[in-house]
């Protein structure tokens, strides 16, 4: 192919040129989408030839199948091959819906519909989904089968309101996740789009939201993620983590900043029994920070959160959190990868409170008595162990985190810097999907990197004490014909794919093509892709395991002694 006798030609001098640092490091290969799809480690899957919006995506790796959410459809396809036959089902928005919404001055293309915004696993047979229903929020359940062999995919209830768990404009996010077959939502819970809360519902127990119209709590959110993570052994202590940006008014009360920050909420918290009833008594929130300092001391922010991702571990106090970060200044455009360890964010939220003192409302660290439990404690947990519910915290407890939701400190990245800075390109991050590496010389992460202009880059990020420490972006690959921008990844390491979604279609791609860096030792080792090695024939995919170990090690002499050979030849290399 043309890609690969161009890459034989440059790869060494693409090699220099990155490790050496641009404001603008080029990929190795860069493939086109027709390109990309000649290598064989691609499927596309689109429904029509119209926008369809295929933002909302569930991975099922038990059942071999991604479930996709869009306008007026909910889709189940093969996560094998996703340019197989899908199954289907029709969910419009009424017909009455639809020509009220008209009425009411709505985009008909683009918000008169049903955008399946809400799809979650609520048992082993059912999804739950939730759509905008033509700005009338309307939820159902879905039976997909016990087994991915039963072919099953349908609607078996009858459709009821989805105020509380969906946004009625699709073009605001809906963030959720199921615990326990109950609803964490946040979202706009009102047609105008003004009451912003975090929602649980779909629950036995009384709903639960956030405390409402409260700037403390909650000021113009435009929410990115949501997660469960636990903290400690005991189960009763995970929280929910809420991942977002804000408006916040600066001191002069005349101007609003976006901040980005996470907040956290106990899932067993039922609300205060005579203050905060039906509100969270356990919702906390912390400031994240993404910023590069410069030379003369002031920072320069990224301030907007767009996606995170959680790179989990054995031990969740070693989670990492990536997040990518663009910025709202009009002068200066750029995008960032921050990463950050869980164990920092939980210091955070176990660190002082803010107080607003003084006639400017400067925000301090407060300095009174901290009540017992400490605000923000699960009950039953181990540190309540004789707390049962909220609704059995002292009235002072209450009290104070109604007042009190805002940590003093801030979460910074680890290194107190991003991981990667991109400033004067043509393109701005959107989303991320990270995997954990086992390669022929150590562990890496290697990120993958969604563009606004339909593109992934894979990114590897080397170790900090390798002499060529930083990323290096190894591919940057067309997944989309149209340029349309990324709207959702998911990454399954099982599978080893990469499943990519916009307003145009689907595309599921490979994490690896080792064949495309050339046919010689030389084109495979400086590509310097974790995922793959020179096997003394070709460049091949490594296995880290067993067999294939075995034979990898033989052969990796050949390797180190091409190593040996290239770190005279260019130090900075290697």
Known sequence: MAFQAIWVLVGVFVCSTCVKGSSQPQARVYLTFDELRETKTSEYFSLTHHPLDYRILLMDEDQDRIYVGSKDHILSLNINNISQEPLSVFWPASAIKVEECKMAGKDPTHGCGNFVRVIQAFNRTHLYVCGSGAFSPVCTYLNRGRRSEDQVFMIDSKCESGKGRCSFNPNVNTVSVMINEELFSAMYIDFMGTDAAIFRSLTKRNAVRTDQHNSKWLSEPMFVDAHVIPDG??????????????????????????????????????????????????????????????????????????????????????????????????????????????????????????????????????????????????????????????????????????????????????????????????YKYTKIAVDRVNAADGRYHVLFLGTDRGTVQKVVVLPSNSSASGELILEELEVFKNHAPITTMKISSKKQQLYVSSNEGLSQVSLHRCHIYGTACADCCLARDPYCAWDGHACSRFYPTGKRQQEHRSRMGTMNTFKTLMTMLYPLEW
Request: neutral net charge; aromatic residues 10%; glycine residues 6%.
């Open 233 to 426: 052994t005991d189960p009763n202590d995970a929280k929910v983590y809420f991942f977002f940006k804000e408006k916040l008014t600066d001191n002069s009360r005349s101007t609003k900043q976006i901040h980005s920050m996470i907040a956290r909420i106990c899932p067993n918290d039922t609300g205060g029994l005579r203050s905060l009833v039906n509100k969270w008594t356990t919702f906390l929130k912390a400031r994240l920070v993404c910023s590069v300092t410069d030379e003369d001391g002031p920072e320069t922010h990224f301030d907007e959160l767009e996606d995170v991702f959680l790179l989990e571990t054995d031990n969740p106090r070693t989670t990492l959190v990536y997040g990518i970060f663009t910025t709202s200044s009009s002068v200066f455009k750029g995008s960032a990868v921050c990463v950050y360890h869980l164990s920092d964010i939980q210091t955070v939220f176990n660190g002082p409170f803010a107080h607003k003192e003084g006639p400017n409302h400067q925000l301090i660290s407060y300095q009174g008595r901290i009540p017992y439990p400490r605000p923000g404690t699960c009950p039953g947990g181990a540190f309540t162990p004789n707390m049962r519910t909220t609704k059995e915290f002292p009235d002072d407890v209450v009290t104070f985190i109604r007042n009190h939701p805002l940590m003093y400190n801030s979460i910074y990245p680890i290194h107190r810097r991003p991981l990667i800075v991109r400033t004067g390109t043509d």
